[in-house]
């Protein structure tokens, strides 16, 4: 098993930045991807960022490249996102998620194995 835990959301201005912060714990050796989702109300799930582990592969939604940059510290087994320029469109509950899959297409689809409880990130106008 997995532990996800997210932290560094909060409310910030249009234009500002926040660094989302994922801590994993247990057999973390087993997951091959780590990143993050996010959710704003009346909407589905969706993809934002994700790495390997090993830092040589990377990949991002088209609405926030650019913009946000994920990264990983795996001395600390902890993943970061980065987000400046943020938007009232970024306000959602972001969920770090980590996939054993060896494949980024699952990844993207949501189809990942463990699932932290989010944290909320609200971007004012």
């Known amino acids: 098993q997995v532990q996800l835990v997210e932290s560094g959301g909060g409310l910030v201005q249009a234009g500002g930045s926040l660094r989302l912060s994922c801590a994993a714990s247990?057999?973390?050796?087993?997951?091959?991807?780590i990143g993050w989702f996010r959710q704003a109300p009346g909407k589905e799930r969706e993809f934002v960022a994700l790495?390997?582990?090993?830092?040589?592969?990377?990949s991002y939604a088209d609405s926030v490249k650019g913009r946000f940059t994920i990264s990983r510290d795996n001395a600390k087994n902890t993943v970061y996102l980065q987000m400046n320029s943020l938007k009232p469109d970024d306000t959602a509950l972001y969920y770090c998620?980590?996939?054993?899959?060896?494949?980024?297409?699952?990844?993207?689809?949501?189809?990942?194995?463990?699932w932290g409880q989010g944290t909320q990130v609200t971007v004012s106008s």
């Open positions: 247990g057999r973390t050796s087993t997951t091959y991807f």
């Open positions: 790495i390997n582990w090993s830092g040589t592969i990377s």
């Open positions: 998620t980590a996939s054993r899959a060896a494949s980024v297409f699952p990844v993207v689809a949501g189809k990942n194995d463990y």
